[in-house]
């Protein structure tokens, strides 16, 4: 039996981040991964998604330019390039992932490993089966997509978040049953390829557990890129008749039918738990049951990432992996979801951190909201992205940050000024006083301070 400091059982950003941060106090650490290092993130979900949309973005400018005097031949579209250049991206990722646990003299195990309950790990792999003691065990597991119970679905063929990249042509037509954080991400891909796109959700809004605001703007914008939104429609019978398949619905007590060439499942996911189906560990409905220092009910065994649930975020699973492995090795750290931001990579972007307006409400707190719409700023004019707004959520009494939502062109890159001064406990009062380069989007956030301080001072 092979001896380790540390075993962590699944190679994505939750999992290879712990490794390799494992590996800087000079433990021996051992990494198992069954399929490719990066995990769902690099190779089926995260980074994949965001470079078909960069395509995306290019795509919607150069449709866009035409209206600004830049006028090409017609636009056309080689998806075998683009699929090319996707996969070439995930290659050179894998590689420097790789490159870094070698260098960090890290032991990778292709195969699964299952936990057993003397506290070791079972490495199945292709053709042999290893066993590897471990002082302490990370599972880094991640999830998979879960689908729903729908009459007919097993009998059709039809995608998940983890196949869809894997098409070698456009679909003509596309139903999106599911209207969260994934479906409108490859809602806005498809339909920027000229793809019919439907998205088909059972709750009164897309994005259900985001703000409200945000969820009902982007809604509208994604309207004007033809992409037709049901909400409050659920489905009930999925059936394929001569390749084409027919989606039977039901909306308002009112039978509906909707036809495509492809079906995209984007119902949520449900955590992968094969590493610890022998050891019995304490369960949170189906994930695994921690606490702040991600520990598990089994002693020595922690658990992050999409399999202890939460948040479900590639960066959320390297910061629960770093508390993970430092408490493992003597430490004391909590986990801090308080400053984590979120982001939906749709066009336009929503970006969030903290709390929005209605979990400040269900919390019950004084507080004032201030928007600031990209209308006003001259380089969202310039840039031809005027969509979107800026969004604080204040405590009235000691000026406190909140929360803040960001709709717009690359928001997603703007938020970290928000996460900034949460984490570093500013006011708004300095928020404020921050100055901002001119022109940039970026100032929208110091213009909604500015303008919570006046109304905090009347």
């Known amino acids: 039996m092979i001896k380790y400091d540390l075993v962590v059982i699944g190679g994505g950003p939750g999992g290879y981040v712990s490794a390799l941060h494992a590996a800087e106090t000079g433990k021996k650490i051992a990494l198992i991964e069954a399929d490719f290092v990066g995990g769902t993130c690099l190779n089926r979900g995260c980074i994949p998604s965001k470079t078909y949309l960069k395509h995306s973005e290019v795509i919607e400018q150069i449709k866009k330019a035409k209206e600004w005097g830049i006028e090409t031949e017609s636009l056309t579209f080689s998806f075998p390039k683009l699929k090319k250049r996707k996969d070439d991206v995930i290659q050179r990722l894998r590689r420097g992932i790789s490159y870094l646990l070698k260098e960090g003299k890290i032991d990778v195990y292709q195969g699964y490993g299952y936990i057993q309950p003397n506290g070791s790990v079972r490495v199945q792999e292709t053709e042999n089966e290893k066993n590897l003691q471990a002082e302490k065990i990370i599972v880094a597991t991640g999830s998979m997509p879960a689908v729903p119970p729908i009459e007919g679905l097993s009998e059709v063929s039809y995608e998940t978040s983890d196949t869809i990249f894997d098409l070698t042509e456009i679909p003509e037509s596309l139903i999106i049953i ?189 507080f004032e909201v201030v928007k600031y719409d990209f209308v006003k700023s001259g380089k969202a004019w310039s840039s031809g992205a005027p969509e979107g707004f800026t969004k604080i959520i204040v405590d009235k009494k000691y000026g406190e940050i909140l929360g803040t939502v960001m709709v717009g062109e690359h928001v997603t890159e703007m938020i970290s000024e928000a996460s900034a001064f949460m984490y570093l406990e500013g006011t708004i009062e300095e928020a404020a006083k921050m100055i901002h380069p001119h022109p940039t989007i970026s100032e929208t956030f110091n213009e909604a301070a500015q303008e919570a301080v006046r109304i905090l001072n009347k």
């Open 178 to 366: 599911g209207g969260g954080v994934i479906g409108v991400e490859l809602a806005t891909i498809f339909a920027s390829l000229d793809t019919k796109v439907t998205i088909i959700e059972s709750a009164e809004m897309i994005l259900p557990s985001e703000d409200q605001e945000a969820a009902s703007y982007l809604k509208r914008e994604l309207e004007k890129k033809n992409i037709n939104i049901r909400t409050n429609t659920l489905v009930k019978k999925v059936e394929e008749i001569n390749n084409n398949k027919k989606v039977h619905c039901e909306s308002n007590g009112q039978s509906i039918q909707f036809d495509a060439s492809h079906i995209l499942v984007c119902t949520g996911r449900r955590p992968n738990m094969s590493a610890v189906n022998e050891i019995g560990l304490d369960t949170d409905g189906p994930f695994i049951k921690v606490n702040k220092k991600m520990e598990t009910s089994m002693p020595n065994v922690y658990a992050i990432g999409d399999v202890i649930g939460g948040y479900q975020l590639a960066h959320a699973a390297s910061a629960e992996g770093i508390v993970a492995v430092n408490n493992a090795f003597g430490g004391n750290e909590m986990m801090n979801n308080h400053v984590m931001p979120r982001c939906v990579y749709s066009k336009p972007e929503i970006a969030t951190v903290g709390l929005n307006e209605e979990e400040a409400k269900k919390k019950g707190l004084d």
